[in-house]
């Protein structure tokens, strides 16, 4: 599969701007320092979808890492074997202008603007690469698959991390969501400290704002918490077996 630009409507580009904008207004104050220099590496740009063949070109110069058109939801083997291989899962398709707030689905704002920024952090993806090689060890063990989903949900996509500056987002699941930007942040979730054990022990709902968050101190500890995840990970599978 592949991105075919020119199939792009006068309502997607319209979207994206309005998602842009929206989330750029408050990415100063709560966006992570290294999101915002991505997004600048990036070279994103309010009313301009980004094509995948630049977007490429330049994830492939910073990080070796690229974009993979998929049409949607994935099955496991698929999102962990690309991610193992550097490639990132990401559609082609927008929300219509009646869906900007909830999807059910991830759409292209989430899988490239809230994404694509990190993907240029060496350590960050670093991490993906790393957690998504113990999900290619595990696919078609469900519970397995369940719980190391709880690592990914609580750092990839609604992690947050401790900056100079304070408290800021990381996660790719808030970063496109305006109401969670400033929900995440606020004094109303619990927030806790980095621990793999804790983010085991959580389930999660995708419908809803999450009911507590992470908080990381770099993408360094990111990355050197694989072998805690692959050691925990085995000893909660063999505590049940």
Known sequence: MRQIYDNYTPEDFEVWKILFDRQMKQFPTHACEAYREGLRIANFETGLIPDFKETNKILQETTGWQLAVVPGIVPDYTFFELMANR?????????????????????MFHDVFAHVPLLTNQHFVNFLEELSKIGLEYVGNDQAIQLLSRVYWFTVEFGLI???????????????SAGETQFSLSDEPPKHEFSIEHMLNTPYRKDVFQTEYFITESYEQLYNSIPEIKKLLADKLEAVA
């Open 162 to 176: 401790q900056e100079q500056d304070g408290l800021r987002i990381y996660g790719a699941g808030i970063l496109s």
């Open 87 to 107: 490639r990132f899962p990401a559609t082609t398709w927008l929300r219509k202008i009646k869906e900007l707030d909830y999807l059910e689905e991830p759409d």
